[in-house]
């Protein structure tokens, strides 16, 4: 048995995720790995074990949605390890593996029998301050529910115009299949790493989704107060004229990858 250590994430909130967590929990454990816990499921697991703060894991298995696996990439991230999702919600573009598949996967991790799936991620700072990282995408949006916010825009310097609209997506490739292709956005091919930037609901027909190199520096800029959201995981307000710049970072969230995936039939199925 090699000492591998997995590290597992779900949303404590949701009692269906919680359940399959402690149902694969179990079946890892059981198969004679060590297992260390996100901090925030310390009071849910009955096992003593330590959190992925006080054990350094070789993998993370992020149980739920892509919302819980944006989150646990993050994490993977910064601790520069892979990540495998198992999937818990409907959509499950970020996930590789069903529950039932667990013990299947676990197997051939403990073989490193996977490809590692790279993924770029975004950096963002507001008027200079620290960095906050995204995988999907960085959402700046209006604060009241009606009207219209003017936001301005500049790429590598130069300026890209500005658009009377909701709010604004820039997006990585992963997330282009996320909020930005709800907006409108358009599908980028697996493997090709670019920036996109999609308006939200714009008041004009003249402006459409940009798409930029993945080095791209975006400064952006809006005439009234509103929100920077990245992920869904990390909010902050933003108040007039306040700069915001998205630009590519040196992280990169690794997914395992145990099979080539056809993204253009998961659209499909998904979607449809």
């Given at each position: 048995?090699q ?12 009692p ?25 499921l310390?009071?849910?697991v009955?096992?003593?074990l330590p ?12 149980f ?14 910064e601790?520069d390890?892979?990540i ?16 039932d598949?667990l ?6 991790l403990a ?9 770029m991620?975004?950096a963002c ?5 620290p ?37 604004i ?15 409108g ?14 308006p ?46 998205v630009?590519r970072?040196d992280?990169?969230?690794a ?10 039939s ?7």
């Amino acid at each position: 048995m090699q000492d591998i250590t997995f590290g597992f994430f779900t949303n404590p909130t949701k009692p269906s995720a919680v359940e399959g967590l402690l149902a694969g929990l179990d079946t890892v454990l059981s198969l004679g790995y060590t297992c260390c816990i996100d901090p925030q499921l310390v009071s849910i697991v009955k096992h003593d074990l330590p959190t992925i703060e006080e054990k350094h894991p070789d993998y993370i298995l992020a149980f739920g949605g892509d919302g819980t696996i944006l989150r646990a990439a993050s994490k993977a991230a910064e601790l520069d390890i892979p990540i495998l999702g198992v999937n818990l919600g409907r959509i499950g573009f970020l996930s590789e593996i069903t529950p039932d598949q667990l013990e299947y996967a676990i197997s051939r991790l403990a073989k490193h029998d996977f490809k590692k799936d790279k993924r770029m991620m975004f950096a963002c700072r507001v008027n200079g301050g620290p960095e906050h990282y995204c995988l999907n995408e960085a959402l700046l949006y209006k604060r009241a529910f009606s009207g219209i916010v003017d936001i301005s825009m500049e790429i590598n310097g130069i300026p890209a115009g500005s658009v009377m609209c909701d709010g604004i997506i820039a997006s990585t490739t992963t997330g282009s299949t996320g909020y930005s292709i709800s907006a409108g956005g358009p599908v980028i091919a697996p493997g090709l790493d670019v920036a996109i930037i999609t308006p939200i609901c714009p008041h004009t027909l003249s402006f459409r989704p940009i798409i930029a190199p993945a080095d791209a520096k975006m400064r952006f800029s809006m005439n009234s107060e509103g929100y920077i959201s990245l992920d869904g995981i990390y909010t902050a307000e933003i108040s007039r004229d306040d700069e915001i710049i998205v630009y590519r970072c040196d992280r990169q969230a690794a997914f395992v990858q145990f099979e080539e995936r056809n993204i253009y039939s998961l659209i499909r199925n998904k979607l449809s």
